[in-house]
């Protein structure tokens, strides 16, 4: 498809105008909240928590998923503004390196390989099990270090993190990775991502937040390490590959196109809710992969599911524009507030069915999506977003501004993505 084809071109005022409120979004709304209020200048690192109503909570334990998706959205934001005429993106890079020595020195288990699930807030280790959404993200936050500085202790790490998953969380009967094991890499009895999850050993989410990082270890370039990125024989690369196989015949429901959401070691389906946000983010990051993986054969199988996948996700979507949480096919639940997280993968999944296949109704989508959140999601006094919006149009103060779970990933994310693609599609 051509760059700057017609439709492009007529669409090409609305992307400069999203792509300048995206830019704005992130640099003055979103990192600029947390290097001015969530660095912890005393003990070092970020504090762990800021409740709903602003309060930040200075000894609150600190997680992994919060370090390590801090440390990949600095690393993104620096590599991509570093690389552009808009900013340096120094201090971003700076704070991606503390972020980057603090996981080094607290969280990464030295005696058993792997990183803890959480230290404390003087960073003694906490919870030690070792969950592979974690080993994951770390993978994740390491990886795009290294892809942003060529810093090759940050690529070893990323590659050790990932033998870990494969030595550890992969199932050679039936295939797949298992929720978690003990410290020691031993079975544990409660696997569960959250208290909110269902306690079964695998899940697609998980199967998500690795396929996620092993395609971001495929874009690193050539070291002598080895390379992540020998060809197709290289073992990142068969890992893809296998985990894109594993989304289409296993996780995927043929009939419905929404993903299943939790799994027997035999993939008996454990699960009927369906989960619009994990569907419109898995459309995105499957494509991703099969592109990083460079296997036409395989993207051209990719493709007919992404977008089964993301029209499958339209059901969530509302006639404001935002798309809700979950819900039961036979709509006995539905959970219809408007997580800050699932807009974010919304506005990029749709963005990517415009960009690679043309849909003009899916930047339409996107573009309603975005306005959504411009509208109720922004906190435009403290910065970040709202945790979600309830479905009676209040804003959620319940949950944490941010914290363990609340991160500037999904968002900062989104607004990397929009930066990139539109510049891909038509030039700053």
């Known amino acids: 498809m051509a760059v700057k084809s017609p439709l492009f071109l007529a669409n090409k005022a609305s992307l400069h105008v999203l792509r300048r409120e995206a830019q704005e979004c992130l640099t003055q709304n979103i990192l600029p909240f947390w290097l001015d209020n969530m660095l912890d200048h005393e003990r070092g ?21 919060l370090y390590a998706r801090l440390l990949w959205t600095l690393s993104a934001a620096y590599r991509v503004f ?17 972020t980057k020595d603090y996981i080094l020195a607290h969280f990464v288990d030295r005696e058993y390989g ?21 080993q994951g993200f770390m993978l994740y936050g390491f990886s795009e270090y290294a ?29 797949g990775y298992i929720e978690a094991c003990t410290r020691d890499w031993q079975p544990i009895a409660d696997m569960r991502l959250s208290a909110k999850d269902e306690n079964f050993p695998k899940s697609q989410n998980t199967h998500l937040h690795i396929i996620e990082p092993y395609t971001n270890l495929l874009k690193n370039g050539p070291t002598p390490n080895p390379s992540p990125r020998e060809g197709k024989s290289s073992p990142v690369a068969k890992a893809v590959s296998r985990l894109i196989s594993l989304f289409t015949h296993r996780i995927l429901n043929p009939e419905t196109h929404h993903l299943e959401l939790f799994f027997d070691m035999d993939w008996t389906r454990k699960s009927t809710t369906e989960s619009y946000g994990h569907d419109i983010e ?28 993301a029209a499958a996700s339209e059901k969530g979507l509302q006639p404001d524009g935002s798309m809700i949480y979950e819900g039961e096919p036979d709509g006995s639940h ?42 109720h999601l922004i906190d435009h006094e403290r910065g970040e977003w709202y945790w979600s919006i309830r ?5 959620n103060l319940d ?21 990139e693609r539109i510049d891909t599609m038509i030039g700053s």
């Open 45 to 65: 690192g970020w504090y762990g928590q800021m409740t709903g109503d602003g309060i930040i909570v200075k000894d609150a334990p600190r997680g992994a998923i």
């Open 147 to 175: 892809r942003a500085t060529g810093d090759e202790e940050a690529l070893e790490i990323a590659l050790q993190l990932f033998n870990v998953i494969e030595r550890h969380g992969w199932d050679s009967e039936h295939g």
């Open 114 to 134: 792997g990183t803890y699930w959480s230290v404390t807030a003087d960073g003694e280790p906490l919870d030690t099990k070792k969950q592979f959404y974690a």
């Open 399 to 419: 949950d944490d501004h941010a914290g363990f779970w609340k991160c500037p990933y999904h968002n900062g994310r989104m607004c990397l993505e929009l930066i």
């Open 82 to 98: 570093s690389s552009s005429s808009d900013a340096s993106g120094a201090e971003y890079l700076e704070a991606a390196t503390k």
């Open 282 to 309: 898995c459309s995105w990051l499957l494509h991703e992969a099969a592109l990083a993986l460079g296997d036409k054969a395989i993207l051209n199988k990719v493709e007919p599911v992404v977008k089964e996948v």
């Open 391 to 395: 479905e009676d149009g209040s804003v």
């Open 334 to 375: 539905f959970d219809r507030d408007r997580h800050w997280w699932v807009q974010a993968e919304a506005v990029v999944g749709f963005f990517n069915l415009y960009q690679h296949f043309c849909d003009e109704t899916a930047l339409n989508k996107a573009w309603r999506l975005w306005q959504y959140i411009k509208d």
